[in-house]
Antibody, heavy 122, light 107 residues
Framework: QLQLQESGPGLVKPSETLSLTCNVSGGSINSSTHYWGWIRQPPGKGLEWIGCIFYTGSTYYNPSLKSRVTISMAPSRDQFSLKVTSVTAADTAVYYC??????????????WGQGTLLTVSS | AIQVTQSPSSLSASVGDRVTITCRASQDIGRDLGWYQQRPGKAPKLLIYAASSLQSGVPSRFSGSGSGTDFTLTITSLQPEDFATYYCLQDYNYLWTFGQGTKVEIK
């Protein structure tokens, strides 16, 4: 059974860089039929897609965040990571990592991590 | 970027009711849409992919329909565990966009 687990600092100061890692177990990150993504949810609000990475290293980002976001992967460690620069209070959210499977009609997130709360505060 | 408008934002229903939630995309996305259920404090759970395909392990009272710009999630005979928030997610052309969410509450 595939499992994903987010890890990160929990608290980041305004203007600094947020860094999160997703550890994947029970499956390989080197897959030609899956995308690995990050989604966030501010407290009491809806879901926001941040971006995805494919095993080739190709990345896809939410246009509203693209200038501040980088997603990378470390296949040998079955990990992928998220960096968000110049954070503000608006970046406070629960951050989820997830795996999307290509079905022939798009790619939906079938496996999710439990989520990690990241707070931006001085 | 493709916008997705989900409605209603909330609804009240009773156990046994039939519930319908809709999502409208700002352009034709074919069948590149899924539906998720999220309970408080939990990660979202995939219910429907490719607009109408039931994810493995999901009860058959959940169904999806639509293509192009208009999509529907239907829950027949609402159960106590179905009171949650539901989201649609379009993923056309490698850009994913969530709907705003629909909170299904107990009447």
């Amino acid at each position: 059974q595939l499992q994903l687990q987010e890890s990160g600092p929990g608290l980041v100061k305004p203007s600094e860089t947020l860094s999160l890692t997703c550890n994947v177990s029970g499956g390989s990150i080197n897959s030609s039929t899956h995308y690995w993504g990050w989604i966030r949810q501010p407290p009491g609000k809806g879901l926001e897609w941040i971006g995805c990475i494919f095993y080739t290293g190709s990345t896809y980002y939410n246009p509203s965040l693209k200038s501040r976001v980088t997603i990378s992967m470390a296949p040998s460690r079955d990990q992928f990571s998220l960096k968000v620069t110049s954070v503000t209070a608006a970046d406070t959210a629960v951050y989820y990592c997830a795996r999307a499977r290509y079905s022939g009609f798009g790619s939906q997130f079938e496996y999710w991590g439990q989520g990690t709360l990241l707070t931006v505060s001085s | 970027a493709i916008q997705v408008t989900q409605s209603p934002s909330s609804l009240s229903a009773s156990v046994g009711d039939r519930v319908t939630i809709t999502c409208r995309a700002s352009q034709d996305i074919g069948r590149d849409l899924g539906w998720y259920q999220q309970r408080p404090g939990k990660a979202p759970k995939l219910l429907i992919y490719a607009a109408s395909s039931l994810q493995s392990g999901v009860p058959s009272r959940f169904s999806g329909s639509g293509s192009g710009t208009d999509f529907t999630l239907t829950i027949t005979s609402l159960q106590p565990e179905d009171f949650a928030t539901y989201y649609c997610l379009q993923d056309y052309n490698y850009l994913w966009t969530f709907g705003q969410g629909t909170k299904v509450e107990i009447k």
